[in-house]
């Protein structure tokens, strides 16, 4: 499976972005499908994650402004982000379940 995301960019804080995952293939035959961040000199880690048939779960630092969604017939997965802080800058990367199937990761620059 190959996963391609997009949708990063420079924003101000308190900004709003939204990035997408399209997947090559039906995402849903591994478990969860997830969105990673990984933080200049920082190891990746799990910000959201979602069921095939919708439950979704969020790192504490993001419940509240981000969500998670996916749209199964067009094999995409999207990540709203909203109320964005500095500390959200990273790079993002969807992964199905825990495959080695991730994106190449998309990069978002929160400025203060």
């Known amino acids: 499976v190959q996963l391609q995301a997009s949708g990063g960019g420079l924003v101000q804080a308190g900004g709003s972005l939204t990035l997408s995952c399209v997947a090559s293939e039906r995402m849903f035959g591994y478990g969860t499908v997830n969105w990673y961040r990984q933080a200049p000199g920082k190891p990746r880690e799990l910000v959201a994650a979602?069921?095939?048939?919708?439950?979704?779960n969020y790192d504490d630092s993001v419940n509240g402004r981000f969500t998670i969604s996916a749209d199964k017939r067009r094999n995409t997965l999207y990540l709203q982000m909203t109320s964005l802080k500095p500390e959200d800058t990273g790079t993002y990367y969807c992964?199905?379940?825990?495959?080695?199937?991730w994106g190449k990761g998309t990069q978002v620059t929160v400025s203060s």
């Open positions: 992964r199905i379940g825990t495959t080695n199937y």
């Open positions: 979602i069921s095939g048939n919708g439950l979704a």
